[in-house]
């Protein structure tokens, strides 16, 4: 499973262009492990 985090520094790390940053997207899998975190964090709230 990767981090969230560790996707978005090694697409730094990689180097980066203000046109790459617009387009940056983040896998699937970063999206839906960072949607899981989201749903955690509310349902502990509610």
């Known amino acids: 499973m990767i981090r969230a985090h560790e996707e978005i520094v090694d ?4 180097g980066t262009t203000p ?3 617009a387009h940056f ?7 839906d ?3 899981d975190l ?3 964090i509310m ?3 509610l």
Do not use: G, N
Request: net charge positive.
């Open 38 to 40: 989201v749903l955690a």
């Open 11 to 14: 697409f730094i790390a990689d």
């Open 19 to 21: 046109q790459t940053v």
């Open 25 to 31: 997207e983040p896998s699937q899998e970063t999206k």
């Open 43 to 45: 349902r502990r709230l």
């Open 33 to 35: 492990r960072v949607a």
